[in-house]
């Protein structure tokens, strides 16, 4: 690697960050930040924004594993545990339980989101939907030829993004209220479970161990480590802040549009805070939208699970590997049963996405502890700043997640 490349081709080589905007800015981000706009105006802006920042934080982590040792999150975590069985064993178990059900509760929400557009478009009822999108994902992961189709899909979501930042510009918001939601943290009466989904939909357990491998495979053979750390560092510093941006223009644009409490229950619902830029024309575009940002993260995220999984047990991580198509075949069932049974497809992608934010310390915590592994980083592991904004990041999510597992106890 050159040491006098310039700012911009040192950009036009980076990648792996993109890989993660594109996995959190589906049918989960575009449905909980709606209605954290609905049901709480700007209050939660904070909340995002918070996400977003810890999303950076984390992820510039996960790459680093993967440009140093040229392996994946998961494999890192059995190595760190390599010396202690017993050990190995019970944080083996941990992560794939949690991988197991964050990522199907991810997944019921992507099919459910791909469902509602579907609805949107030819009518019909859910579950029909459901099996449909399921076979199809399946049959791409079985055979392996998703990645034109995703590409495809791809550019329907950023198109949708574009078009969420542009309108929250025309509206022209009350951008004093808007700071003051971004910048005073508070968590309204009934808001913890939309708090939690905003934080689960962002900093998602699964892009940690899809970043680093890509990141391993962008990265790890490069001997200049650090210049292709401060590449990766560049990467996800932009890709993840524009998922930010995108974000917060969706609770920005749904809390101009919508009176509080305006109920949400479906794709056409959502769509009607882009009819100031689209008129008519929205509750198609947003239809479309949320089924290529479905369809697309219904193919991530079960493949995601299976990369993660087989990488902590030590199997080889290949598309064409039983085992690595077993544990895909598993997580997307699971979703799909939940997607097929779930009453309210809004309510299943919103509680999907807390489940991953109850679940995220889990990962988080073992992402630090490979980060100050000397035997594994040798001279990157994490520093003093490091580690307080990574220790800071899991203590707020973990007294979200107690929070809310002690409302749903007093529910219970």
């Known amino acids: 690697m050159e040491k006098n490349k310039s700012f911009w081709q040192k950009l036009s080589s980076v ?7 594109a996995a959190f800015i589906g049918p989960g981000t575009v449905t909980t930040c709606t209605l954290a706009g609905v049901n709480f105006k700007y209050a939660l802006l904070w909340a995002m924004l918070f996400s977003t920042i810890a999303t950076i934080i984390l992820q510039e982590m996960a790459a680093r594993i993967g440009i140093v040792t040229n392996k994946g999150l998961g ?30 509760a991810f997944q019921s929400g992507n099919i459910s989101g791909a469902s509602m557009g579907l609805q949107v478009i030819f009518g019909g009822a859910k579950q029909f939907w459901v099996v449909l999108i399921s076979v199809t994902a ?21 198109m949708m993004s574009i078009v969420f930042v ?43 161990y899809l970043h680093s491998s890509a990141s391993a495979e962008r990265w790890g053979k490069m001997d200049n480590k650090p210049e292709a750390i401060y590449e990766s560092r560049l990467d996800s510093i932009l890709s993840i802040s524009l998922g930010g941006i995108i974000s917060l223009a969706i609770i920005i644009t749904s809390a101009s549009m919508f009176g509080t409490g305006t109920t949400v229950k479906s794709a056409a619902d959502m769509a009607r805070q882009l009819e100031p830029l689209l008129g008519p024309w929205a509750k198609w575009f947003f239809a479309i939208g949320l089924f290529g940002a479905g369809i697309s993260s219904a193919i991530t995220a079960p493949m995601a699970a299976a990369y993660a999984i087989t990488g902590v047990l030590g199997f080889k991580s290949d598309l064409k590997n039983s085992y690595f198509r077993t544990i895909w075949l598993i997580v997307l069932l699971a979703g799909a049963a939940v997607a097929f049974l779930g009453a309210n497809p809004v309510q299943v992608i919103v509680f999907a996405q807390a489940v991953n934010g109850i ?39 973990v007294v979200l997640g107690l929070r809310m597992i002690l409302v749903a106890l007093k529910v219970i």
Request: aromatic letters at 8%; a positive charge.
């Open 359 to 397: 679940l995220l310390p889990i990962s988080a915590i073992l992402l630090l502890i490979v980060m100050n592994q000397k035997k594994i980083m040798f001279d990157f592991t994490n520093n003093t700043v490091s580690n307080i904004l990574g220790t800071i990041v899991v203590l707020i999510t």
């Open 138 to 158: 399946g049959f791409l992961l079985w055979s392996g030829s998703y990645k034109l189709i995703e590409k495809v899909l791809l550019a329907i979501v950023i």
């Open 15 to 21: 990648g792996p960050g993109a890989i993660v905007t």
């Open 166 to 208: 542009a309108t929250a510009i025309v509206i022209s918001p009350n951008w004093g209220e808007v700071f003051h939601g971004l910048f005073v943290p508070v968590v309204p009466a009934k808001a913890l479970l939309v708090t939690l989904g905003l934080i689960g939909t962002t900093v998602v357990p699964y892009n940690l």
């Open 75 to 104: 494999s890192a975590i059995r190595e760190s545990f390599e010396s202690n069985p017993s050990m190995k064993l019970a944080v083996v178990a941990l992560v794939i339980a949690a991988l197991g059900i964050g990522n199907s």
